[in-house]
């Protein structure tokens, strides 16, 4: 079945497909139900349409590699997924209740409300760090609250795992978020911090209770980057009763600096569920911004942080990262066969390595680069799906191997970035058959090994006898004359 291609009465893996549900920009939800699963559950299935962003595809990825591995009633259950070679999909459980987007328009609520609303959802955070994941899209439409009264979390197309590679953080150079409720550091492409999900809670928290968001819909970077060093207005200026306390609660979840935030979401959720403990400092009973010295200050810090990439939090700290640079152009196969051969050495010599396998998908320079081939389907799928079958052999687990389909008008370039961004100890590259034409332009093998900070082995597949005596006679054959 081609990808998106759904409909009432289809059957996928034995799941019988109902009425679509919801339709946003990145996935569709479908009713579906299988004879052994008496629970209602819902179909999630990627968006991939001509020229989408390839953070669709790899967000996907990521929601495949976590929410298998969520337990718990802060969580949607988990039940089957679909591979990308045939159709993608995550079938989970159907919460029972409703979103916490219904309530937006009833702001300002009740502080009381807004305190019990940020309790449940802090609880949720506590339950899903603790399973070592960062929601990272903390805003109303990602959460839930059940019939029961406890909040659920969903969407985790744009979380990590601490001790999973981060594929977002691996391929873009962008920072990952929904505007108003982003959190500085991830403005500044630092995804490792667990206080980004307090942030953006209290970013939540503070609209909830003034019906003003913090800080606007920012649509550019240059307006993301100003929470780097402008406070937001104080709530109490908004809402002139609102109490010191809940003030206090939301200005320090949107502290600048995650340090001076608070250090867990256990915390927070015990603050707003004893509101009468939380211990008002000079925060609750401000009515102005910070002085424009103490910002200047903060805007100056920002400008230093800016001169390079935060450092990722590796999964792989006490192992090295080895990338395979895969060729699946067509006639390069048993080039292929031969990397394939040369990874397996590296395994067998270093046990712990991780392998990333990435394959550069070539943007044309002066002509539209269709995304969709004949048939409807993703190129950038299909790529995905040849580097997955090309390391089947490998039979390594998720947390040791990861899959990159680039997209870029310079393959060499797009390589030599990846290497660099991700502390890639070694680059495993083969070397086409030589040529004029690549002997004037340059090969892309070469370009890496020039410009590569790291060790490059670079593998050519071996010729058949045949050629090699050819070869040989020729150069005698010159030698002689």
């Known amino acids: 079945m081609p990808h998106n291609a759904m409909a009432p009465g289809s059957v996928i893996d034995g799941f019988v497909i109902g009425e679509k549900i919801h339709t946003g920009g990145m996935a569709t939800l479908w009713r579906v139900t299988r004879a052994d699963i008496d629970q209602p559950i819902v179909m999630k299935v990627p968006t991939i349409l001509e020229g989408d962003d390839p953070t669709v595809i790899v967000g996907f990825e990521m929601e495949m590699m976590i929410l298998p591995r969520l337990v718990g009633k802060h969580v949607p259950k988990f039940y ?21 987007f219904t309530l937006i328009e009833k702001a300002p609520m009740p502080a009381a409300n807004v305190a019990r609303i940020g309790a449940k959802v802090a609880r949720a955070l506590v339950d899903l760090h603790r399973q070592n994941v960062l929601h990272l899209d903390i805003k109303p439409s990602n959460i839930m609250i059940r019939d029961n009264g406890s909040a659920a979390l969903i969407d985790f197309g744009l979380s990590r795992h601490l001790f999973l590679p981060d594929l977002l953080e691996e391929e873009f150079r962008v920072p990952m978020g929904t505007g108003p409720y982003i959190a500085p550091e991830q403005v500044m492409k630092n995804r490792s911090e667990p206080r980004s ?73 015990f603050d707003l569920s004893h509101t009468d403990q939380i ?147 070694q680059v495993l590259i083969g070397a086409r058959a030589s040529s004029s034409f690549r002997r004037f332009l340059g090969s892309v093998s070469s370009q890496v090994v020039a410009r590569a900070a790291c060790t490059v082995t670079v593998v050519r597949a071996p010729r058949a006898l045949a050629d090699v005596e050819a070869e040989e006679e020729k150069m005698i054959d010159k030698d002689c004359a």
């Not at 089957?80 to 916490?100: C, H, K, N, R, T």
């Not at 200005?251 to 995650?258: A, G, H, I, K």
């Not at 270093?350 to 048939?375: F, H, S, W």
Request: overall charge neutral; proline content about 7%.
């Open 80 to 100: 089957a997924m679909g591979d990308f070679a045939s159709q993608p999909y995550l079938v989970m459980e159907y919460i029972q209740g409703y979103s916490l």
């Open 197 to 269: 999900d307090i942030y953006s809670l209290g970013v939540l928290l503070y609209y909830l209770a003034t019906n003003v968001r913090p800080f606007g819909l920012p649509q550019a970077q240059s307006q993301l980057k100003k929470r780097l060093w402008r406070d937001p207005v104080p709530p109490r200026k908004i809402i002139p009763d609102l109490p010191p306390w809940l003030q206090e609660a939301i200005l320090r979840c949107l502290e600048v600096d995650p340090a001076d935030r608070y250090e867990t979401a256990a915390r927070l959720a």
């Open 279 to 425: 211990k008002l400092t000079a925060r609750a009973q401000k009515t102005k911004r910070d002085s424009l010295p103490v910002s200047w200050k903060r805007w100056f810090k920002s400008i230093g942080e800016d001169g390079g990439p935060i450092q990722p939090v590796r999964q792989s700290n006490l192992a090295p990262i080895i990338m395979a640079a895969v060729d699946f152009t067509e006639g390069q196969e048993a080039l292929a066969e031969e990397l394939l051969v040369n990874v397996r050495r590296v395994l067998a010599t270093m046990p712990g390595v991780r392998i990333a396998c990435v394959n550069v998908l070539k943007l044309n320079r002066l002509t539209i680069t269709y995304t969709l081939d004949d048939e409807g389907r993703s190129v950038h799928v299909q790529r995905l799906v040849e580097l997955r079958d090309w390391a089947r052999p490998l039979e390594l687990g998720q947390e040791r191997i990861t899959f990159h389909v680039l997209e870029h008008m310079d393959p060499a370039e797009a390589l030599i970035e990846f290497a660099s961004s991700n502390h890639v100890d």
